[in-house]
């Protein structure tokens, strides 16, 4: 990420965080969406600032020392990181398909509405079909 | 897959930390290999052999007959 970009995060999260922190205290009885939209506008604005911050501050470590900069990039581009980060990775996707499998389960056995089970099947379709797509787009590159 | 990697890197008098950082991988990568917990992609396998001015073969055992 350019260090303009990390400074714009950390701006903008800054002002968002504000924004709901004063919407808060100026908004007496709040209606409607108004009622999360200073809490969304809050976390939002902290997860930001966090990324910001922390994007900055690598840079700053980064710039100090440049033999610290290159072992990070070379454990960053490490084989075996890679793989152990890819397996980990595939691990807990397989364990997502049986734990989003069994809340639809338990969704559907306590008769939620249909608002809930189809966005749900949606989502669950979704990430696998895009499962599949990618094993066919990466079949076909190499 | 077994291999004669910590064998090799030792008569080179070479520490772990100075093969990784040469061959750029991870000083773990190296333990790893030199343990038979990892084996290496062709690209690495070949960097090491380039390194040593060996052949793959040379430090890389391919047993057929375990398989």
């Known amino acids: 990420m350019k260090k303009n970009t990390s400074i714009l995060i950390?701006?903008?999260g800054t002002v968002l965080l504000a924004v709901g922190l004063y919407m808060v205290r100026a908004i007496i009885d709040p209606q409607g969406i108004m009622k999360t939209m200073p809490y969304?506008?809050?976390?939002?604005?902290?997860g930001m600032f966090g990324h910001g911050l922390g994007e900055l501050?690598?840079?700053?470590v980064i710039a100090k020392d440049p033999k610290l900069a290159k072992q990070m990039e070379i454990n960053q581009k490490d084989e075996r990181n890679v793989m152990l980060a890819n397996t980990a990775k595939a691990k807990g996707?397989?364990?997502m398909t049986y734990v989003f499998s069994a809340l639809?389960?338990?969704?559907?056995?306590m008769g939620s509405g249909w608002e809930i089970i189809i966005p749900f099947v949606i989502a669950y379709l979704f990430v696998e079909i895009y499962a599949v797509y990618s094993r066919v787009k990466i079949e076909k590159e190499q | 897959m077994k291999n004669?990697?910590?064998?090799?890197?030792k008569q080179h008098g070479i520490k772990q930390?100075?093969?990784a950082s040469a061959?750029?991988?991870s000083r773990q990568t190296i333990g790893s290999l030199e343990n038979g917990r990892y084996n290496p992609s062709i690209l690495l396998a070949f960097k090491i052999a380039h390194y040593f001015n060996l052949r793959i073969e040379d430090i890389f055992i391919y047993e057929e007959e375990l398989r």
């Open chain 1, 10 to 12: 950390t701006i903008l």
């Open chain 1, 40 to 46: 969304l506008a809050i976390g939002l604005g902290c």
């Open chain 1, 57 to 60: 501050y690598n840079r700053h």
């Open chain 1, 93 to 95: 996707f397989d364990i």
């Open chain 1, 104 to 109: 639809l389960l338990a969704y559907a056995l």
């Open chain 2, 4 to 9: 004669r990697l910590e064998e090799i890197r």
């Open chain 2, 17 to 19: 930390e100075e093969l």
């Open chain 2, 23 to 25: 061959l750029e991988v």
